[in-house]
């Protein structure tokens, strides 16, 4: 401690109290106590030596390296621990940091173990330090029912503030989670409500694939509206709807949304305004069902699911070449005439079905 007076030449002739802080006589102090500890366990300590390597360093106490050794006494155990961890100079750092200090100094079996349990349960860490390992929730999958048809069980989701295209700003996507792993994307407006989901699902899928027997969804309220409860329950449709911030019920959905969107990313940069018309929904559309059959979803056949849904283009051809189906037999040679025409149905052949006469 230094002080000073008036007239002492210090500025403004005030006392002041200078506190030094020294801490190797802490070291010293808890150094003093561990050689202390050491003489009731030499036959314990003698033990250690030939399976940990330890020795008498300095002629009298055990030493690890140059770490000097703790012996079974939790008390000096969390003493020492607590001089690199919770000490003001020390700053309370993490596990790995705490062993790199405290093993320079000092050593006993199952150092990490110790440290660890110490660490974790130290109450100030814990309210204060960010987790940056969050536990993953167990997953749960929905189990696909066995001989499912198309969109028997359907995923619906919304994909919402899009840039204004032709009017539309969302796009609702439905995805058959059982049987295809196919999906149908639908422009529409965020604005649209419960009767305006029904009127788009009756005019672009029950009328190619029948009414589904299972929605799993999120709780949108276009989901959980009163007309949509009444109108599933009149025509048997069980709901089943995620809880809230649980996006893994409907994992299905988002995985698709994240497909689609990373599409018109990368077609659409340029220029937002045409996603909804022209080959972009589509596209994506036959893009997603080919890709489906290749990752193995359980239940599925991958010979099914082609002759259920999937027209498997030839992409030898030119991409114009959509109203006749041509095949060559070897590479180079002309092509021939085919015997098989494929009409172009348009908007009539919205669900990818190929039709031969």
């Known amino acids: ?40 366990h ?6 250690w030596a030939p399976l940990h390597n330890l020795t008498l360093l300095d002629g009298t106490h055990w030493h690890h390296r140059t770490a000097l050794v703790v012996v079974a006494d939790n008390a000096l155990r969390r003493g020492v621990i607590s001089l690199f961890h919770d000490h003001v100079m020390a700053g309370h750092p993490g596990i790995t940091k ?9 050593w006993w079996p199952n150092m990490k173990t110790f440290v660890t349990e110490y660490i974790k349960g130290y109450a100030t860490c814990q309210m204060t330090k960010v987790n940056t390992h969050p536990a993953h929730p167990p997953l749960f999958p929905i189990t696909p029912a066995e ?17 204004q295209s032709g009017g539309y700003d969302t796009i609702l996507t439905v995805t058959d989670t059982d049987c295809s792993k196919a999906s149908i994307f639908i422009p529409c407006n965020k604005a649209i409500d419960s009767e305006g989901v029904a009127l788009l699902y009756l005019n672009h899928i029950t009328t190619h694939y029948g009414i589904p027997r299972k929605i799993i969804s999120d709780r949108d309220v276009r989901f959980t509206s009163k007309f949509a409860a009444e109108l599933c329950k009149l025509l048997h449709i069980k709901q089943n709807m995620s809880t809230a911030y649980h996006p893994q019920t409907d994992g299905s ?34 893009i997603h069902g080919l890709q489906q059959p290749q990752r193995k979803h359980l239940l599925t056949s991958l010979s099914d ?25 070897k590479p180079g040679t002309p092509l021939k005439k085919p015997n098989v025409k494929c009409k172009n149905l348009g908007s009539k052949n919205t669900h990818g079905l190929r039709h031969s006469k």
């Open 1 to 40: 401690m230094v002080g000073s007076h008036p007239g002492d030449g210090w500025p403004g002739g005030e006392e002041t109290h200078i506190r030094v802080f020294n801490i190797d006589s802490i070291h010293d102090n808890w150094d003093s106590k561990i050689k202390t500890g050491q003489y009731p």
């Open 42 to 47: 030499q036959s314990e300590l003698k033990r």
């Open 98 to 106: 705490t062993l790199q200090l405290l093993s320079q100094y000092y």
């Open 147 to 163: 001989n499912a048809r198309p969109f028997e069980t359907v995923a619906m989701d919304f994909i919402t503030k899009l840039p």
């Open 253 to 286: 959905s988002e995985r698709t949304n994240q497909t689609l969107e990373q599409y018109l990313q990368v077609f659409c940069g340029t220029q937002q305004n045409n996603w909804h018309h022209g080959s972009h929904l589509p596209n994506i559309r036959r």
């Open 305 to 329: 699911i082609r002759h259920r849904f999937i027209n498997q283009p030839d992409h030898r051809t030119s991409p114009h070449s959509n109203n006749v189906c041509q095949q060559s037999k």
